[in-house]
Nanobody, 116 residues
């Protein structure tokens, strides 16, 4: 088991930046994939970005070039740096982790609101 706690969400104007953090309750070295998902009102949860234990990354087309995911194994933390934010980025952002057996863990979510 691992608990994930997100932080860093908030209200920002379009064009602004935010950095989300996801702190894990234990060592994340063994977690094969960690990522960020988001869910806007009335929409399904969607993948934003993910990073493997080896450092490989994937991004949704909508955020490529604006968002950067990174992980700090020493701090058991995953980050999502977001720049050039748009109103359509408004959503609840969830941290996700997957272990070697394919079991998924989720954080409680953090709200990101981008005003136009």
């Amino acid at each position: 088991q691992v608990q994930l706690v997100e932080s860093g969400g908030g209200l920002v104007q379009a064009g602004g930046s935010l950095r989300l953090s996801c702190a894990a309750s234990r060592n994340i070295f063994s977690l094969t994939v960690m990522g960020w998902y988001r869910q806007a009102p009335g929409k399904q949860r969607e993948l934003v970005a993910r990073i493997s234990s080896g450092g490989g990354t994937n991004y949704a087309d909508a955020v490529k070039g604006r968002f950067t995911i990174s992980r700090d194994n020493a701090k058991n933390t995953v980050y999502l740096q977001m720049i050039s934010l748009k109103p359509e980025d408004t959503a609840v952002y969830y941290c996700n982790a997957q272990n070697a057996w394919g079991v998924n863990f989720w954080g409680q979510g953090t709200q990101v609101t981008v005003s136009s």
